[in-house]
């Protein structure tokens, strides 16, 4: 086998949705931004520091591959500085977390839902003292 040096320059993580609007509004209101590309009921994309979240709204013959999702295995992980802000600012959103903060190896952490079922998994690092 030959072995090719391939090299990727980024990623992009993508969600199909056929309530493009409603959809494309809530990670507006979630990130508190405006998508950086946009075309209107087709695509939209936000910039998150490193991580591009590309929402696309699916061809007609693709529509039963993109049905609304209640079973993902995917999460979309966001870290936050204030996992307490980032819930009350979920929760001003009409999507309050479903359980309680838990605790990871990597600190604390909820899951929520966005309006189209994908789950979503909000964490705070623990704070490293010296």
């Not at 999460?75 to 999507?95: D, F, K, M, P």
Request: glycine share 6%; net charge negative; charged share 10%.
């Amino acid at each position: 086998m030959v072995k090719i040096n391939m090299q990727y320059n980024s990623a992009i993580l993508t969600i199909a949705t056929v309530n493009f609007a409603h959809i494309v509004n809530f990670y507006s209101q979630l990130l508190e931004q405006e998508p950086k590309k946009l075309i209107p009921h087709v695509y939209a994309e936000f910039q998150i520091t490193t991580l591009k979240l590309g929402i696309f709204q699916p061809k007609p013959a693709n529509l039963g591959e993109f049905g609304t999702n209640s079973q993902s295995p995917l999460s979309l992980c966001l870290e936050v500085n204030n996992l307490e802000t980032a819930i009350s600012h979920l929760t001003s959103l009409g999507y309050p977390p479903p359980g309680a903060i838990s605790t990871a190896s990597h600190g604390q952490e909820i899951y929520a839902y966005d309006p189209d079922g994908n789950r979503l998994i909000l964490h705070q690092s623990h704070i490293v003292s010296h």
